[in-house]
């Protein structure tokens, strides 16, 4: 990714030609209508890469320091897009590319509501578990270890914290998926399947 310097000024040599600031500001601008923003309907220009990323833990960082203002994070997380495997914050006027360690957004908590599971992320989006926002889980090739995402928005996932996941796995049943049993979690009428149940006791 492109380096941004201080001053963020033209777009020279592949730098971002906007700065954190102007980025808020045009947020800000589209953050008065209800809802999220349309992103998906916006084809501004490429502006280069911003020096932004977030962490696999959620937290934000702007030019190698952690965004510490919590409003400020959130306005930028109603402009992310997902393009492929890459990540943008997107205006009617500018598109920028940032890094995505591992997903957008951090699951960290759910409750049931009635036989539903609904998840609540760091930056307050929620999202019932179901067919319109799955749960999946992929599995560290080597290790083994569990990585839960959901779906929450658009093509953007949040991972689920490890507390959370915990919890889920306390709900968890064996049921029948693609012919064979295994384990996992029930939400919005569907089954999303979490480990095969032969390797439960394993």
């Not at 916006?42 to 510490?68: K, Q, S, V």
Request: aromatic share 10%; with cysteine.
């Amino acid at each position: 990714m492109a380096k941004t310097n201080q001053s963020d000024a033209a777009n020279i040599d592949g730098k971002v030609s906007v700065s954190a600031e102007s980025l808020a500001s045009s947020a800000r601008a589209v953050a008065k209508g209800r809802g999220l923003p349309p992103v998906d309907q916006w084809n501004p220009p490429f502006c280069g890469d911003l020096d932004m990323r977030i962490a696999r833990d959620g937290t934000w960082f702007y030019m190698g320091t952690p965004i510490g203002r919590a409003e400020l994070v959130k306005l930028f997380s109603t402009i992310i897009r997902r393009d492929g495997d890459d990540y943008f914050l997107v205006t009617p006027v500018e598109k920028v590319g940032i890094v995505v360690d591992d997903a957008p957004f951090v699951a960290v908590d759910f409750d049931r509501v009635g036989d539903d599971l609904r998840f609540v992320t760091n930056v307050g989006d929620d999202a019932i578990a179901g067919p319109d926002h799955p749960i999946r889980v992929v599995r560290d090739a080597e290790t083994g270890e569990p990585s839960p995402y959901v779906l929450i928005r658009r093509n953007l996932e949040a991972l689920i914290d490890r507390k959370s996941f915990y919890r889920l796995v306390d709900l968890g049943e064996v049921a029948a998926f693609d012919g064979e049993d295994w384990f996992g979690v029930t939400s919005g009428g569907q089954f999303f399947p979490i480990i095969p149940a032969a390797e439960l006791d394993v």
